[in-house]
């Protein structure tokens, strides 16, 4: 029989956090006995903060970052150019390139990648939303900031295929993203390059 060291309670939060990145079954037991040993200075406000992220938490209906505002505070801001879009696979990537100061213009968050083995086809992610904001606004052009990944690479041919119909400019990050990079783990100094150094596609 498994003995039993923990109530039900605090063994559901060690399994919850445990389903967290980055963090196992022992860090996740290690960080539940922290937040318990620090109940006023990390459980309580940590535990309102959830609460509040669920209530107000939603998807930018235009670029699909994830805010408390839609359309959210990036899509709002008058100072950034409007004229180009940024298009990347995830929201973490997105955060990536605004940790790094990299761009100044809008972005587009795909949801995902095109895959023929995990069945996820064009209709699957925002590709049919990208090209509507394309093709109306006053876009110029279209940079494809997707991961070095085969996946990312065919995703990206597709989208440029399309936006080409359209007349639209497209340009894909340069040097600095290593084969089989993702581009949430590349320090900011790499990253900012890679934007520069984009080149039309
Ligand atoms: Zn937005």
């Keep these: 029989m ?5 109530g039900p309670e605090i063994e559901r939060l060690i399994q919850l956090l445990a389903k967290l990145p980055g963090l196992g079954p022992r860090s ?4 539940a006995l922290h937040l318990i040993k620090n109940r006023e200075k990390l459980l309580l406000p940590l535990s309102s ?17 994830a805010d408390t505002v839609d359309p959210c505070t990036l899509c709002a801001d008058p100072r950034r150019d ?6 990347v696979e995830d929201v973490g990537d997105l955060w990536a390139l605004e940790r790094a100061g990299a761009w100044n213009g809008l972005y ?15 209709e699957d992610l925002s590709i049919g939303r990208l090209i509507d904001r394309s093709a109306a606004g006053a876009v110029r052009e279209v940079v494809l900031a997707v991961n070095a990944t ?10 440029i295929d399309r936006l080409k119909g359209l007349g639209i400019a497209t340009s894909r ?26 080149r039309p596609s």
């Design 150 to 159: 085969v996946e990312g690479q065919t995703t990206a041919h597709y989208i």
């Design 82 to 87: 409007r004229g180009v879009i940024c298009v």
């Design 173 to 198: 990050l340069a040097h600095g993203v290593p084969v089989g990079g993702e581009l949430d783990y590349l320090d900011e100094g790499t990253l900012t390059q890679a934007m520069k150094a984009r």
């Design 2 to 6: 498994v003995r039993r060291t923990t």
């Design 49 to 65: 903060a959830i609460d509040e992220a669920r209530d107000k938490v939603s998807v930018c209906s235009s670029c699909g970052n």
């Design 28 to 31: 996740a037991r290690r960080a």
């Design 108 to 122: 587009h968050v795909l949801g995902g990648t095109l895959s023929a083995i995990e069945g996820v086809r064009p």
